[in-house]
C-alpha cells in the first residue's frame, strides 16, 4: 500500500483547482490525482475508477453547477465510504455548514486558510478526524440549533402549544397570562421550557419558528 494520501480536487474555478495542485504537490506524502469540475463529473470519474484508484480524500467544492458539493458528498459517501471528504469552500452559512457534515464531510475548511492548515484538515481527515476553525464549529452549532427546532413539535405540551401561538401572535407575557388564566410566573416557565425544547435564545426566535411550521396561522 502506497503511504502518499490520493487527493482529488473538486472545483468549478479552473484557477483554484490549478493553485490547490501547484502547492499541495509540493507536500511529498500527498498526490493529487485527479480532478473535477462540479460533483457530477466526480462521480462519473469515480465510476471509471478500479478500488486501487479511487482516492482517499477529495477537497469538495460547495457552490457548484450541476451538482453541488453537499448532494456529491451525499452520494459519494453513500457508494465509497471508504472516500473522505472535506468541505472546501468560501460560504460559512450556518445551514451549508451543516448541510456538509450531514451529508458526511468529515471537515468543513474555509478557502481562507494556509496551506499549513489546509494540509492539517487533510491529513487529519485521512484519519477520519474531523477538523474545524472555531467560526465553523459555532456556525455548525447554530445550523444544529435551527435543525432541531424545525424538527417537529411532539415533544411540547397542550400549554406550551398555546404559549407559543400567542407568542407569534405578539402577546407579552403579562396578556398571555390574562389570556389563558394563569399567573406571570408559569408563563415564565413555559417560555423557558420552549426556549430549551426548541433550542433557541429569545422569544422573537420561537415566533418566527411557529409562523415558519405554520402552527401560527390560526383564523
Not at 509540493?26 to 484508484?53: F, H, I, R, W
Amino acid at each position: 500500500m502506497s503511504e502518499s494520501i490520493k487527493i482529488m480536487i473538486v472545483d468549478d474555478h479552473d484557477m483554484v483547482r490549478i493553485g490547490l495542485r501547484t502547492y499541495l504537490m509540493l507536500e511529498p506524502k500527498l498526490e493529487v490525482m485527479a480532478e473535477a469540475g462540479n460533483g457530477a463529473e466526480a462521480l462519473d470519474y469515480l465510476a471509471s475508477c478500479t478500488e486501487q484508484q479511487r482516492p482517499d480524500i477529495i477537497l469538495m467544492d460547495l457552490m457548484m453547477p450541476v451538482m453541488d458539493g453537499i448532494e456529491a458528498t451525499k452520494a459519494v459517501t453513500a457508494r465509497y465510504p471508504g472516500i473522505r471528504i472535506v468541505m472546501l469552500t468560501s460560504f460559512l452559512e450556518d445551514d451549508k455548514v451543516y448541510g456538509a457534515i450531514e451529508a458526511g464531510a468529515v471537515s468543513y475548511v474555509l478557502k481562507t486558510v494556509s496551506a499549513e492548515e489546509l494540509i492539517y484538515a487533510i491529513n487529519g481527515a485521512f484519519k477520519g478526524m474531523p477538523v474545524m476553525t472555531a467560526d465553523v464549529s459555532q456556525a455548525l452549532t447554530r445550523g444544529l440549533r435551527q435543525r432541531t427546532a424545525q424538527s417537529g413539535d411532539e415533544d411540547l405540551t397542550d400549554r406550551e402549544k398555546e404559549v407559543l401561538l400567542l407568542i407569534a401572535d405578539g402577546l407579552s407575557n403579562k396578556e398571555i397570562a390574562e389570556e389563558l388564566h394563569i399567573s406571570i410566573k408559569t408563563v415564565k416557565t413555559h417560555v423557558s421550557n420552549l426556549l430549551m425544547k426548541c433550542e433557541l435564545e429569545d422569544r422573537t426566535q420561537l415566533a418566527v419558528l411557529a409562523h415558519r411550521k405554520g402552527w401560527a396561522n390560526r383564523a
